[in-house]
């Protein structure tokens, strides 16, 4: 088996784990209860629900780590926009008249609009100041997480109003609103990523930001617009949280953040920069709530899940470095 069928078969590693996923999972199912796993229209509505909110964050994250960059604050500020889509439905409906429908948009639009704040801040203080990622957008995720909570005074924000459920858990023709939402973001950055110059700079700068700056990119605007589109993803994740509970929580995307890297490393991105896909992404996604609901569903403690995906990480990493060798390129020693 040459180089390139090996190169091939590791970038399409997260597919590969996801369809040994459900095999095992359909044949404990089969086994244990008698009955189907994937066959489930449930089960699978339910996996497309889980993944939702860690697949927003994944996407705009892609992003970041396929420039070499990383966010640590796509989490809190998820919870920033949960809190204010809340409270500004509300107010909508109590102090402006405005009927559920309108308030319901301007709640919407209100967590993602807050969301270019951290978005903007993170761009600046890395491109212009150039703090590092890790560190700029570890001192974001604090300000955004104090923001958050001192906006919902504490507590979590309950939303009284029916399209806001609506958007969170109706269907379409049997299909959850929030997955077809997460459809259309995924076509529309695939395209930005693959079809665009922004995704064409992307890779560049993630393979050489001095390679970059000589072919005249321009990285410090670049650099920006990446943060401000992982925000703006963080933003729309917050959003859909208050709608699918009908309530917005400051901490609603802590547990989800470590989920949004996870995705985009078992997907296959490099943590170096310079490679990832989409489409990787929307799998590495799909294995974590595969895994998750799974569990579930065969009665296993959910503390398994973080062993689980930690399994899954680690493999993954190792792969990509094995992959990085065989082809030559650099390397962390």
């Known amino acids: 088996m040459g180089p390139g069928v090996l190169s091939r078969i590791a970038d399409l590693r997260a597919w590969i784990f996801l369809v040994l996923l459900l095999i095992f999972f359909e044949t404990w199912a089969n086994v244990a209860y008698g009955v189907t796993f994937i066959g489930n229209t449930y089960n699978l509505q339910s996996i497309g629900i889980f993944a939702t909110a860690p697949l927003l964050l994944a996407l705009g994250q892609t992003f970041v780590i396929i420039s070499a960059g990383i966010d640590l604050s796509v989490g809190f500020t998820m919870g920033l926009a949960a809190v204010v889509s809340a409270?500004?439905?509300?107010?909508?409906?109590?102090?402006?008249?405005?009927?559920?429908?309108?308030?319901?948009?301007?709640?919407?639009l209100s967590g993602i609009a807050v969301a270019f704040i951290p978005?903007?801040?993170?761009?600046?203080?890395?491109?212009?100041?150039?703090?590092?990622?890790?560190i700029g957008t570890l001192?974001?995720?604090?300000?955004?997480?104090?923001?958050?909570?001192?906006?919902?005074?504490?507590?979590?924000?309950?939303?009284?109003?029916?399209?806001?459920?609506?958007?969170?858990?109706?269907?379409?023709?049997?299909v959850p609103i929030l997955v077809i939402i997460a459809v259309v973001v995924i076509f529309l950055m695939h395209y930005l990523l693959s079809q665009t110059k922004?995704?064409?700079?992307?890779?560049?700068?993630?393979?050489?930001?001095?390679?970059?700056?000589?072919?005249?990119?321009?990285?410090?605007?670049?650099?920006?617009?990446?943060?401000?589109l992982a925000a703006v993803c963080a933003?729309?994740?917050?959003?859909?949280?208050?709608?699918?509970?009908?309530?917005g929580a400051?901490?609603?995307?802590?547990?989800?953040?470590?989920?949004?890297?996870?995705?985009?490393?078992?997907?296959?991105?490099?943590?170096?920069?310079?490679?990832?896909?989409?489409?990787?992404?929307?799998?590495?996604?799909?294995?974590?709530?595969?895994?998750?609901?799974?569990?579930?569903?065969?009665?296993?403690?959910?503390?398994?899940q973080f062993i689980?995906?930690?399994?899954?990480?680690?493999?993954?990493v190792l792969v990509d470095q094995s992959q990085?060798?065989?082809?030559?390129?650099?390397?962390?020693?």
């Open 250 to 304: 400051a901490q609603a995307g802590e547990p989800l953040l470590l989920s949004s890297i996870a995705a985009v490393v078992i997907g296959g991105a490099s943590l170096f920069g310079g490679s990832g896909t989409i489409a990787g992404t929307v799998a590495g996604a799909l294995v974590i709530a595969v895994i998750e609901y799974g569990l579930v569903f065969i009665n296993v403690e959910p503390f398994w």
């Open 87 to 108: 409270h500004v439905a509300n107010l909508g409906m109590s102090h402006f008249g405005l009927n559920p429908l309108l308030a319901m948009l301007l709640g919407l």
């Open 139 to 174: 001192g974001m995720y604090g300000i955004a997480r104090g923001a958050a909570f001192l906006i919902a005074g504490g507590m979590t924000v309950p939303v009284s109003n029916e399209w806001f459920a609506y958007i969170g858990n109706g269907r379409i023709y049997g």
């Open 119 to 134: 978005g903007l801040v993170n761009g600046w203080l890395i491109a212009r100041l150039r703090v590092p990622p890790f």
């Open 198 to 228: 922004f995704g064409q700079h992307t890779y560049a700068l993630g393979a050489s930001r001095v390679a970059a700056v000589r072919s005249g990119i321009n990285v410090g605007g670049l650099t920006m617009r990446i943060y401000l």
């Open 308 to 316: 689980a995906v930690g399994v899954v990480i680690i493999i993954s």
């Open 235 to 247: 933003g729309l994740a917050g959003a859909l949280y208050s709608a699918r509970f009908t309530a």
């Open 324 to 333: 990085r060798k065989l082809l030559g390129g650099r390397q962390d020693d």
